[in-house]
């Protein structure tokens, strides 16, 4: 039923009757209480579960970390069969026949490639730090192998 046009409700008007209680308006926000900080003003680092966040390291820092474990390991860093394959591999070139090799032989002989690779290496890196760079370059190497002479294993 519609209200005729002319007249209008007390409550429209915004008159209120002495004995009636406004309506409170519900909306989705709750009360919020004083003593809890809002989510916003809270800082999210703070939040965060301290178990998830990843670890930033400066550069190099991991490197250095990684460098200085390997120092005071003394196992090989050439996994054995790789280099047991390249070892028959070469011993295949220089004979046709199918010659067996002892594992101390291997042992042996990986230890020496490592420890020829590790001196090979660190001299190289004395050319680079001569050519005033922290980057170990192809050119260094060329230059450690001149500098060791035609006696030298790697150069016949």
Not at 56 to 70: H, N, P, Q, V
Not at 79 to 85: L, S
Not at 118 to 138: G, Y
Request: aromatic residues 4%; charged residues 25%.
């Amino acid at each position: 039923m519609t209200k005729p046009l002319g007249r209008k409700s007390s409550v429209s008007q915004g008159r209120k009757k002495p004995n009636q209680k406004t309506p409170i308006k519900q909306t989705g926000q709750k009360n919020v209480s004083p003593s809890k900080p809002n989510r916003s003003s809270v800082n999210k680092d703070s939040t965060m579960d301290v178990s998830r966040r990843t670890r930033r390291f400066k550069s190099g820092t991991k490197a250095l970390r990684e460098i200085k474990a390997l120092q005071r390991t003394t196992h090989l860093l050439i996994p054995k069969a790789p280099f047991c394959r390249v070892v028959k591999e070469i011993v295949h070139q220089f004979s046709y026949e199918n010659l067996r090799i002892q594992s101390s032989a291997l042992a042996a002989l990986q230890e020496a490639a490592e420890m020829y690779m590790v001196q090979f290496f660190e001299d190289s890196l004395l050319c680079t730090l001569h050519a005033k760079r922290v980057t170990l370059n192809i050119q260094d190497c060329h230059l450690m192998r001149r500098l060791r002479g035609p006696a030298e294993v790697a150069n016949k």
